[in-house]
Every structure is written in C-alpha cells, then in structure tokens.
C-alpha cells in the first residue's frame, strides 16, 4: 500500500534552519509529483512546493519563496523540504502528499500522517 | 486565483442532503478537487475532476460545476462524514490553492 512517512520536525527557534524527510513505499516513486502542505494549529490547508516526478522542476508557495528548498532523491524515495529563515507563522503540522501527475500538479491522492513544526524562542 | 468556499460552517443531522460551495476568482475549467479532513488526520481526497469520484469513496458524495462554481453534495449524511472539507484549485498548476474549509458538524 502507499504510504508516506514524514520526519524531522521539532521546535526551532525563530531565524534558524530545519529539514523535513519524507520516505515513500507501495508504488513507482518516480512517476509522481510530490507536494509539501502545510496546516497550522486550527487553521486550513496551505500549499508550499511540489518538486516534478524529475527533480528537476520546483515550484513554491509565496509565503515560502526564497526560504524553503524542497528536493528529491528517487533512488532513495525519498523527498526533503530544507527550511531556512524560519519564522513564527511557519509554526505547522507539514504533510508530505503525493500529486496524481508526474508533472504539473493535479489532485493528491496520498498523505502523509504530517510531521509538526514549531517555531518558538 | 482565489478559492471561495460557502458556507465557513454548516450544521446539519444524520440524513440530510448537505451542499458545499466553492468559487474561484476566475474561470478553472473543471481542475477542482474535494478533500475531507478529520481532527487529528491528513485530508482525503473525495472528488477530482470537479466530478470523478476517487476510488473507494462512497458514492453519496458527488461533484458539479465548471468554469467558476463548484459544488460538493453529500446525498445522505453518516456519522462519519462530519469533518471539514475543502476545494482545491489545479488550473494554475504547478501551484496550486485551496479554499478556507468548511466544517460540517452535527446538529
């Protein structure tokens, strides 16, 4: 079965650094899209990257352009979210999600449990 | 493009027919997807398409429109579908938006 498993979260302090991990099994990693979304406490959905099935194209969510870099390693299955500048209002739970396309972006037919960010001094 | 969901919160019983909006600041086509969320657990997708039903999803639930509005009905609602749902814009792939949510709780 698909699944995909999140790491790396924890409580930063405000202008530092952190990377998420996502670890995927149960289908062809390289054949899909994968997004970071991200949900602070309370509050809805917000969409931050999504890297092609390629590595090679990024797209990212304004609120995080110029801080964040998602990357992918297929031969690891496996997909980072490097987060840098962090600030208090990216305090969130971050998902890990596969997207339905290689490319593009399209529907996310696959979650992860989320992996929890807290930005604090 | 700005996603616009109605209503924030719907309070409604087991069995009713309950209907979410969403509109779009500007045309999508059909590229809207429906997503439930329940405390403590990552979304699920429902409706892709605006009307292809995801596999394994009960068919009470249902998606129409194009262009601008879009509707997600429940025919008949379980216990179980009390959560919070949301739209999900994909015209403007690769980024893509999602609309406030609407909670759905049992009256």
């Known amino acids: 079965q698909v699944q995909l498993v999140e790491s790396g979260g924890g409580v930063v302090h405000p202008e530092r650094s952190l990377r998420l991990s996502c670890v995927a099994s149960g289908f062809t990693f390289n054949k899909h899209g994968i997004h970071w979304v991200r949900q602070a406490p309370g509050k809805g959905l917000e969409w931050v990257a999504v890297?092609?099935?390629?590595?090679?194209?990024?797209y990212y969510g304004d609120s995080v352009k110029g801080r964040f870099t998602i990357s992918r390693d297929n031969s690891k299955n496996a997909v980072y979210l490097q987060m840098d500048s962090l600030t208090t209002d990216d305090t969130a739970t971050y998902y890990c999600a596969r997207d339905r396309r290689a490319s593009y972006a399209e529907a996310i037919d696959f979650w992860g449990q989320g992996t929890l960010v807290i930005v604090s001094s | 493009i700005q996603m616009t969901q109605s209503p924030s919160s719907l309070s409604a019983s087991v069995g009713d027919r309950v209907t979410i909006t969403c509109r779009a600041s500007?045309?999508?086509?059909?590229?809207l997807a429906w997503y439930q969320q329940k405390p403590g657990s990552a979304p699920n997708l429902l409706i892709f398409g605006a009307s292809t039903l995801q596999s394994g999803v009960p068919s009470r639930f249902s998606g129409s429109g194009s262009g601008t509005d879009f509707t997600l009905t429940i025919s008949s609602l379980q216990p179980e579908d009390f959560a919070t749902y949301y739209c999900q814009n994909y015209n403007s792939a690769p980024q893509i938006s999602f609309g406030q949510g609407t909670r759905l709780e049992i009256k």
């Open positions: 890297i092609w099935y390629d590595g090679i194209y990024k």
């Open positions: 500007q045309g999508i086509r059909n590229e």
